[in-house]
């Protein structure tokens, strides 16, 4: 039960960042039934003085399911870890939107989410996926992609790296 309690803040947490400046958000939770709670505006929740706090257990949260397998990754269906929208892709998608901004280098980020998945170099077929994005030119010439993956090579996020720090953040989906 202890480790579910830390899951759902972090699914909370998201779900009041997503309702913006909307005063209540009622949401259906897996195992504990349909909640109904006022949101603190997106604004307040990411105050300076909470941001790295905040960054940091939304990373936690992010290297626990990244231990579980799920269905593209050996493992059975989850919907925590494979579903759109689900648990991981929700906490990918805010992990890339607040350490793809720029500000963060190289370092912090591993220190953060851990080692990538993978490091792709030219030639290598991930590193042809990001090529085929329409946005590839925005970020050609980079030093490196640090590659994390949501739904093994299937559906992943990428860091841009230059100059040992992180430019920006973009996603590969499969669309299939």
Request: charged fraction near 20%; hydrophobic fraction near 40%; glycine fraction near 10%.
């Amino acid at each position: 039960m202890l480790k579910k309690i830390p899951l759902l803040f972090i699914w909370l947490l998201l779900t009041a960042c997503q309702a913006g400046n909307n005063d209540t958000i009622t949401q259906t939770i897996p195992a504990t039934g349909t909640v109904t709670m006022t949101a603190t505006p997106a604004a307040k929740l990411m105050s300076t003085s909470q941001s790295g706090n905040e960054l940091a257990q939304l990373a936690e949260a992010y290297k626990e399911l990244r231990d579980i397998p799920g269905h593209f990754g050996g493992g059975e269906p989850n919907e925590i870890v494979d579903q759109w929208q689900g648990q991981k892709h929700l906490l990918m998608l805010e992990l890339g939107a607040r350490l793809g901004t720029g500000e963060y280098g190289r370092s912090e980020l591993v220190a953060l989410l851990g080692p990538p998945d993978h490091i792709p170099t030219e030639g290598d077929p991930l590193y042809k996926h990001i090529e085929s994005l329409p946005t590839y030119q925005t970020f050609a010439g980079s030093d490196e992609f640090l590659i994390y993956e949501w739904r093994g090579t299937h559906d992943f996020l990428f860091f841009v790296v230059h100059n040992d720090q992180v430019e920006s953040a973009g996603w590969w989906y499969a669309w299939e």
